[in-house]
Structures are given as structure tokens and as C-alpha cells.
């Protein structure tokens, strides 16, 4: 019976080099998002809930990509690669647009909800760019290399990562303006953001031409070795235990997500408004310093995606699943705890350093366990869409209590940092409920 053959390094690289273009636009945004809307005028209180939106978008878009996806074929193009490229076409647009939320003349409610408006596009063509992905490693990869998979795409997304987080401070340096009129974002953020663009649809059409997608007919053959396992019989699709199973892992998983997720949702808020206040001396979102923040933050999230790189290769090395997930996290929450504590620049790289082995194993362990129990699933999409929902949850109840937690801390944004050690250490502990032994029945 066929199964999944192992596959070369450089055809694991193509199914997920794309990412790295998509990973420049999410950078982009997660990095700017809360400096845009300080620049156009929003209170502090009021920033996490910008933050809604994004995984809003990602819960309603991702489960139906997956949905849909696994009902689709479209000869050479496949069944993942079609919403890829109409995801990326319309995140370039958007991006050009965002950054010029300022610019157009209008009022501060108007910039504002025009701001909103395209935040909720490119997020939605970003998460509709960003899930394939993620499917494309669970139909294309076999379980033993599952794990070395979804690591090459970690990397990869730390890759891109950096990159986006660089730019403002990069183009700053080459003389590109990083100060402007007030209610207006910088050319640095506005330049960043056009340059994105243009590497994430280059990089998406490298990935459309080197991968072919599975036909339905070898997926099927696929399902049923894998569902045959210590059986003796073929099955297209999962047994009553198996899916069972699946789910259980599915929700034990989720548990952790929850807390990973609101630590990291506090992190893209308030990092901004943190070391303004701790480094440069000033909450004022049109200072100078302010905007020398903002471009710092860029290079923050740059050395915690280089943390995340480095360490992306380490965990592959661990026996323990659940060791290296729990570690990571524990490690992330420690560099999280330390931030509001420290006045010089520089010496913020250690806690983002120690920050992205945190990142790093966000982005592999998660999909590992679940993909490797919705194996043998002709719902792997689905499943996987679905999934994003443990993602975008926290994220949106973080956001919708960041002002009142905010304000219950003393309005002083590094304490949302220290909250944020704490929720990854709490999801450290909850590591050790998941059940990551694959059980066929």
C-alpha cells in the first residue's frame, strides 16, 4: 500500500519558502501596527483593541480556506496553491495601502477607521496567504519527517521575520525620513512596508513553481496506508478512536495555545509604549524618542527572531516533545519578565533573544502534535483551519482586556510584560497534559 515518501531537503525548503515573504508582511504588521495607530492619534488604553481585528479575521478566514481547500483541485495548481496566490495578490495591494492611513488628509476618526479598514484585509490576505502552508507540510510530509518539516518553516519564518522587523530602522539609516507631520506615519514604516510587498509575491511565485501538490487519487492511497497501520485493513478514513484521538490532542494543545498566544498579544501591544517609557523617557506618541522607539522595536523583534532561528535548529534535537515545548516556554517567560527592568537599549537583546526560543517552538511543536494525529484525515485542512482558532482566541480575549488590565496595573505598559512571562509559564505547565503518543485503532 503507498504511502508518503520521504522527501529531499530541498523539496521540504520549496513547500514552505514562500512563507518567508509572507512572514516580512506579518512582521511588518505585528511590529508597526500599535505605532501607526499611536501616530494617527489613539490613546494607550485603546491600542490593544486594534489588536482584535487581525485574529478575528484569522479565525473566520483560516478555517474556511481549510474547508474549502480540501474540496478543491485545480489540475497543476492543486488545491492549497490557488488561495496562496489570490491571499498574496491582495496583501501587496494592502500593504501599500496601510502605512498611508495619514496621508490622505482626513480627520483623526477618519484616518483611523481608514487604518482599520485596511488592517482588516491585509490580515484577513495574510492569514488566506499564510494557512496553505501550513496544509501543504501536512499533506505533503510523511510523519517521520513532520517534525524536521514544519522546523524548516520556522526558520523561515524567523528568516522573514527578521527582515521585516529591520526595515524602518534600516531605511532610517540610509537617510529615508523617520519623522513626520503629526497624525502622519514616517517614510521608513511607509517604504518597509512597499519593499515587503515586493519580496512576498516574489517569493510566493518561487514556491508555486517548484511545488506540485498531491493528486486527490495518491491522497487517498495516502489516508489509507496510514489508517491501516496495525489494523490490516485499508481505510480512506480515520477509525471512531483514531479521530477520537485527534481531537483530544486537538484541545489538549489548544489549552497551552491559549496562554502562548495572550503572552505574545501583550508583546506586539505594549513593547512599543514600554521602551519609550524605560529607555527614551516618554509616552509621547509624537516625540522623536517615540518614533526612535518604534524603529528599536523593529531591531527587538529582529534579535528574538534570531533567537527563534538558532533555536529552531536546536529542537529537532530533543528527544521530548513536550521537554523541548515546556523548556522553550519557560525560557521565553523569563526574557518576557525582565524587560520592564532594563534602561539600556543594547542590553534588551537578552530577553528578546531568550523571547524567541519561546517563538520558535510556537511555530513548530503545536502543528507537529496535531498534524501528526490527523494523519491518515482527508480533513487535514479543515482540522488545521480549525486549529487557527487556538491561535486567534487568546489573541482577541487578550486584546479586549488589555485596556482594563492595563489600567488595573497602574497604566504602566512594561507590567503587560511580566503578565506576559507569566501566561507563557502557566502554558509551559499545561504542556505536560498533552497526550502526543500517536494511538491507532
Known amino acids: 500500500m503507498k504511502t508518503k515518501p520521504d522527501l529531499k531537503f530541498n523539496q521540504l525548503w520549496n513547500i514552505s519558502f514562500g512563507f518567508f515573504g509572507v512572514q516580512i508582511a506579518y512582521a511588518l504588521q505585528s511590529a508597526n501596527i500599535s505605532r501607526i495607530f499611536a501616530t494617527l492619534g489613539a490613546d494607550p488604553h485603546d491600542l490593544s483593541y486594534f489588536w482584535i481585528l487581525p485574529p478575528l479575521m484569522g479565525m473566520v478566514v483560516q478555517p474556511l480556506v481549510g474547508y474549502f481547500s480540501d474540496k478543491t483541485w485545480l489540475g497543476r495548481w492543486g488545491r492549497r496553491i490557488p488561495y496562496l496566490l489570490i491571499g498574496a495578490l491582495a496583501a501587496i495591494i494592502v500593504m501599500c495601502l496601510l502605512p498611508n492611513a495619514g496621508s490622505f488628509g482626513l480627520t483623526v476618526a477618519g484616518a483611523m477607521t481608514f487604518g482599520l479598514i485596511a488592517l482588516m484585509f491585509l490580515d484577513t490576505s495574510i492569514n ?189 534535537r530533543f528527544k521530548n516533545i513536550k521537554v523541548a515545548y515546556a523548556l522553550s516556554l519557560v525560557i521565553g517567560g523569563i526574557g518576557f519578565a525582565m524587560v520592564p527592568f532594563i534602561h539600556n537599549q543594547y542590553m534588551l537583546f537578552v530577553p528578546y533573544f531568550l523571547i524567541g526560543f519561546a517563538w520558535a517552538a510556537m511555530l513548530a511543536m503545536p502543528f507537529t502534535l496535531v498534524t501528526n494525529a490527523f494523519e491518515g484525515s482527508s480533513r487535514m485542512g479543515t482540522a488545521l483551519g480549525l486549529f487557527n482558532c487556538t491561535i486567534c482566541i487568546p489573541q482577541i480575549v487578550a486584546a479586549a482586556l488589555g485596556g482594563v488590565i492595563l489600567a488595573a496595573m497602574g497604566s504602566i505598559q512594561g507590567n503587560m510584560l511580566l503578565l506576559a512571562g507569566i501566561l507563557l509559564v502557566v502554558g509551559a505547565v499545561c504542556v505536560f497534559i498533552i497526550e502526543d503518543k500517536k494511538h491507532n485503532a
Open 128 to 316: 488566506m496567504a499564510m494557512q496553505p502552508f501550513k496544509m501543504m507540510v501536512g499533506d505533503m510530509v510523511n510523519e517521520k519527517q513532520k517534525a524536521k518539516a514544519y522546523s524548516i518553516q520556522s526558520f523561515l519564518c524567523n528568516a522573514g521575520s527578521l527582515v521585516g522587523y529591520i526595515f524602518p530602522f534600516l531605511f532610517t539609516a540610509i537617510g529615508i525620513a523617520n519623522i513626520a507631520p503629526e497624525g502622519v506615519v514616517p517614510d521608513s514604516v511607509k517604504w518597509s512596508f512597499y519593499v515587503g510587498a515586493a519580496i512576498l509575491i516574489l517569493c510566493v511565485i518561487y514556491t508555486i513553481s517548484n511545488v506540485k501538490e498531491y493528486t486527490p487519487q495518491q491522497m487517498a492511497e495516502f489516508n489509507a496506508a496510514a489508517n491501516s497501520e496495525g489494523k490490516g485493513e485499508a481505510s480512506s478514513e480515520m477509525s471512531p478512536a483514531q479521530k477520537k484521538h485527534a481531537y483530544k490532542v486537538f484541545f489538549e494543545v489548544g489549552l497551552v495555545q491559549f496562554f502562548c498566544w495572550a503572552a505574545f498579544m501583550y508583546m506586539w501591544t505594549y513593547t512599543n509604549g514600554t521602551i519609550a517609557d524605560t529607555v527614551w523617557n516618554t509616552t509621547d506618541a509624537a516625540s522623536e524618542g517615540y518614533q526612535k522607539a518604534g524603529n528599536w522595536v523593529g531591531i527587538l523583534f529582529a534579535v528574538q527572531a534570531i533567537g527563534s532561528v538558532l533555536w529552531a535548529v536546536v529542537l529537532p
